[in-house]
């Protein structure tokens, strides 16, 4: 998932949840425009704490899996 989708997804969560920007920014204790930097997917480094708080805030959990091989099809193979 690109940060772009990441910060869409989050952006959308937010807002069914009734909250401003600026709402979330002062809980998880950044400024706004950062907020809004990470909805439109243009801060592809914050801390990992303040992205579980948002998560948290939200409603919504972190799940890392484990990268499956990527397999190609290569027509020389034939």
Do not use: C, H, W
Not at 8 to 24: A, C, F, P, S
Not at 27 to 45: A, H, N, V
Not at 57 to 66: D, M, R
Request: glycine letters at 8%; hydrophobic letters at 35%; zero cysteines.
């Amino acid at each position: 998932m690109e940060f772009y989708e990441i910060g869409n997804r989050l952006k959308t969560l937010r807002k069914e949840k009734g909250m401003t920007q600026e709402d979330v920014a002062v809980q998880l204790g950044i400024t706004r425009q950062t907020l809004s930097k990470l909805e439109k997917g243009e801060i592809g480094k914050v801390s990992l704490l303040v992205f579980l708080k948002l998560l948290d805030l939200l409603g919504q959990e972190l799940q890392i899996e484990e990268k499956k091989p990527f397999y190609y099809f290569d027509p020389k193979d034939l």
